[in-house]
Nanobody
């Protein structure tokens, strides 16, 4: 699986951005998809994930820090996962990575086999 993330940029606090991640190379609909972020000097942290829970049902999960502000979604026809980020805060500034995996868990980076290159999100105060 190859992943290409895009959509980052510079935005003022309170603004919005939508990140996209296009996947290729494998059956996208079978993969769990996650978003992680890494700020300078900090470890990579979980942001959100969307996991298949059976049939066409998907389970979504969010870090507490973004719950209510970020929304993850996927379009299997386009092999794309999105992260809509609203009410952005300066502490959301980081490089955002999308990841794909086939294991059960979604919150740990080690659950994902494939990673995109990252897209920078900068939120000014």
């Amino acid at each position: 699986v190859q992943l290409q993330a895009s959509g980052g940029g510079l935005v003022q606090a309170g603004g919005s951005l939508r990140l996209s991640c296009v996947a290729s190379g494998r059956t996208f609909s079978s993969c769990n998809m996650g978003w992680f972020r890494q700020a300078p000097g900090k470890e990579r942290e979980f942001v959100s994930a969307i996991r298949r829970s059976g049939g066409s049902i998907y389970y979504v999960d969010y870090a507490d820090s973004v719950k209510g502000r970020f929304t993850i979604s996927r379009d299997n026809a386009k092999n794309t996962v999105y992260l809509q980020m609203n009410s952005l805060k300066p502490e959301d500034t980081a490089v955002y990575y999308c990841a794909a995996g086939l294991r059960f868990g979604v919150r740990a980076a080690g659950e994902y086999e494939y990673w995109g290159q990252g897209t920078q999100v900068t939120v000014s105060s």
